[in-house]
Structure formats: structure tokens, C-alpha cells
T-cell receptor, first 114, second 111 residues
Framework: RKEVEQDPGPFNVPEGATVAFNCTYSNSASQSFFWYRQDCRKEPKLLMSVYSSGNEDGRFTAQLNRASQYISLLIRDSKLSDSATYLCVVSSRGYSGSARQLTFGSGTQLTVLP | DAGVTQSPTHLIKTRGQQVTLRCSPKSGHDTVSWYQQALGQGPQFIFQYYEEEERQRGNFPDRFSGHQFPNYSSELNVNALLLGDSALYLC??????????FGPGTRLLVL
């Protein structure tokens, strides 16, 4: 079983639609959670961190359920520019003083259609 | 402020050869992590360097090795290349905030 599992999609939605991505993780010691966005043939870029209380950044809302080991991302009012692969990422504590090792899901591909 | 840079951008090698990839971290960052991303997959953690030492390592064989220099730049070396080593190799740097910023990657094709 993969440490981080995502629905690979693809998700094809019209402009203005609301779309939700889900992710589950298996390591209960995971401490930090993120959504990264990756455009075709580009590097991943941090979209947002995910907190237990849930957090929102404009049209994007992320939720975390530690008990179920489940993470979600909601995109409202989809734009053409939202077309990308969305990567669910978890990390556990690294050695003291270091950045944590990131564990990525395989990504969910989103295409927003005009 | 330059971001993370990597060289070369593309590379073609044959099986059995050795390759060296290079990474310069974002200004002010002292930690470099390397990831391998196969087609259609998410990046997989290879290892991380801090204070010129390998601090964490993922599930990769010893053919994968690295180095960090006093200026925090880093190299990834892969020996005895296999066809399965064909991938996008990503470098990520981080500083006090521990947020990792990725470079554009090096695309390696092994024939």
C-alpha cells in the first residue's frame, strides 16, 4: 500500500465548477500536510499547507482529518489556469534542525475546460 | 533573488554510465533535498544534505550518492545507470522556515 494515496483522475470540469480532491495517508506519525501544484513538465510548487482546523486561501480550502488520516482540497469557481496536477504531500519529523522528508502522492490531474 | 537552480536541464546517458547532477539552493537556504520523479508518479525522496552531511535517506540503492559543498550547493551522483533511472530529478532547498522550494529539475534519459 502506498503511503499517500490519491485518485489519479483525470478530472475534467467546466470553468466555474467546484472540484474536490481527496487523499489518504498511512503513516499515523505524519505531522505536516501540504498540497502542491505541478504544471506540465514543471517543478512542484507549494499551493498551501493543511492545518487540523482547516484553512482557506481565496478559492482554495484544505481540510485535515487526523483520526481518519484524510486530507482534502476544494477548489471553488475553477479557472482555466487551475489546470495542473495536484499533489498531496505529508511529512513526518526529520532529525532535529532539518527540513522534513516529503512523501508525495501520485497526483490528481485537473483540466478546467472553457 | 534567484530561486533554486539545477544543471543540466536535460541529459541522455546509456546503461552502465555514471551521471552527476548539480543544484544551487535558494539564497539563504542551507538544506538540500533530492527527489526522483518517474513519469506519472509523484516525486520520491532520495536523500537530504545539511551541514555537508547526508542526514536522511529514502529507499534508494547505494548507486545514488551525493555531496554538499560549503556554499550549500549539492551534487547527486548515480552510478551504473539502469533504464529505470530515467526520470525527472528534482532538487529542493529549505532554510529556517523548513518550507521546501523546488528547482526546475534535470530530465535524465537512460538508453
Amino acid at each position: 500500500r502506498k503511503e499517500v494515496e490519491q485518485d489519479p483522475g483525470p478530472f475534467n470540469v467546466p470553468e466555474g465548477a467546484t472540484v474536490a480532491f481527496n487523499c489518504t495517508y498511512s503513516n499515523s506519525a505524519s505531522q505536516s500536510f501540504f498540497w502542491y501544484r505541478q504544471d506540465c513538465r514543471k517543478e512542484p510548487k507549494l499551493l498551501m499547507s493543511v492545518y487540523s482546523s482547516g484553512n482557506e486561501d481565496g478559492r482554495f480550502t484544505a481540510q485535515l482529518n487526523r483520526a481518519s488520516q484524510y486530507i482534502s482540497l476544494l477548489i471553488r469557481d475553477s479557472k482555466l489556469s487551475d489546470s495542473a496536477t495536484y499533489l498531496c504531500v505529508v511529512s513526518s519529523r526529520g532529525y532535529s534542525g532539518s527540513a522534513r522528508q516529503l512523501t508525495f502522492g501520485s497526483g490528481t490531474q485537473l483540466t478546467v475546460l472553457p | 533573488d534567484a530561486g533554486v537552480t539545477q544543471s543540466p536541464t536535460h541529459l541522455i546517458k546509456t546503461r552502465g554510465q555514471q551521471v552527476t547532477l548539480r543544484c544551487s539552493p535558494k539564497s539563504g537556504h542551507d538544506t538540500v533535498s533530492w527527489y526522483q520523479q518517474a513519469l506519472g508518479q509523484g516525486p520520491q525522496f532520495i536523500f537530504q544534505y545539511y551541514e555537508e552531511e547526508e542526514r536522511q535517506r529514502g529507499n534508494f540503492p547505494d548507486r545514488f550518492s551525493g555531496h554538499q559543498f560549503p556554499n550549500y550547493s549539492s551534487e547527486l551522483n548515480v552510478n551504473a545507470l539502469l533504464l529505470g533511472d530515467s526520470a525527472l530529478y528534482l532538487c529542493a532547498s529549505s532554510g529556517d522556515s523548513r518550507t521546501q522550494y523546488f528547482g526546475p529539475g534535470t530530465r535524465l534519459l537512460v538508453l
